[in-house]
């Protein structure tokens, strides 16, 4: 291991605004994050493969009456992030280093305001469509994290993970569905809140036009019945940011 990672994981281990094993707060964070972590009860916004952080840092720049929590596996990127929100005095950012199947055990029942995925992997093949990260297994789990009347929201570079995520949510169940396949030439463009990563300005820069939804998530599908859509499906791994 490289001496810069052990020195980013020895930041994580030793600043509050990562929470990761074994400190004590990261078993018992769930339901708390309003009176034991930010400590106090503004609306609790949640970004899912966060990577280095750029995005929650930026919309925690932007909305200082909100507080934010990236999720990531990667401690090294997610250290970056923390630096950052750390030097620039930033109290209302926090990071959970964990996968994205066990991010209901870190957020309870109705408890987060807006959930955010950010330029996930595609997963292009057939085979990994249990991974996409709008997969309905995944988006059960979103929805009950959020609050009646929260926001899922949704970032991509990719034309296939957009066409797929419209349709599964066709599926799966959602209203106030607003969205766009050019987020800079269009009427929606405030939503990019001045915040480009660096993946997102190179996406960009290369030709790529930025997709973006937002909708409520309200579930029609019982569970049984996913299970029966994804009967064919491959069970898989799922690592955040990979």
């Known amino acids: 291991m490289s001496r810069q990672k052990l020195h980013f994981f020895a930041h994580n281990a030793q600043t509050?605004?990562?929470?990761?094993?074994?400190?004590?707060l990261f078993y018992a964070i769930k339901g708390?994050?309003?009176?034991?972590?930010?400590?106090?009860e503004n609306p609790l916004i949640v970004e899912i493969g966060c990577g280095k952080g750029e995005y929650t840092v930026g919309l925690g720049k932007v909305f200082p009456d909100k507080n934010f929590v990236g999720v990531d596996m990667k401690g090294d990127r997610m250290a970056r992030g923390s630096k950052?929100?750390?030097?620039?005095?930033?109290?209302n950012i926090g990071?959970?280093?964990t996968?994205?199947?066990?991010?209901?055990?870190?957020?309870?029942?109705?408890?987060?305001?807006?959930?955010?995925v950010t330029f996930p992997d595609p997963r292009p093949r057939n085979r990994d469509i249990k991974r996409r990260l709008t997969h309905p297994r995944f988006l059960r789990m979103y929805a009950?994290?959020?609050k009646e009347g929260g926001i899922f929201h949704l970032k991509t570079d990719s034309d296939s993970l957009f066409d797929y995520t419209l349709e599964t949510l066709?599926?799966?169940?959602?209203?106030?569905l607003i969205y766009t396949r050019d987020?800079?030439?269009?009427?929606?463009?405030?939503r990019h809140f001045g915040i480009k990563t660096r993946y997102e300005a190179l996406f960009y820069e290369q030709g790529y036009s930025i997709k973006y939804l937002s909708c409520n998530l309200t579930p029609k599908l019982t569970e049984a019945e996913e299970q029966a859509l994804m009967i064919n499906e491959p069970e898989a791994i799922v690592s955040i940011s990979e």
């Open 84 to 91: 950052q929100a750390i030097n620039a005095g930033l109290t």
């Open 170 to 176: 066709q599926a799966f169940g959602c209203e106030n």
């Open 99 to 116: 996968i994205v199947q066990d991010v209901e055990l870190y957020f309870a029942p109705n408890e987060v305001d807006e959930l955010w």
């Open 95 to 97: 990071f959970l280093r």
């Open 144 to 146: 009950s994290m959020l």
């Open 183 to 190: 987020l800079y030439q269009s009427e929606l463009n405030m």
């Open 16 to 24: 509050d605004n990562v929470l990761e094993p074994p400190k004590p």
């Open 32 to 40: 708390h994050w309003h009176d034991q972590f930010f400590k106090n």
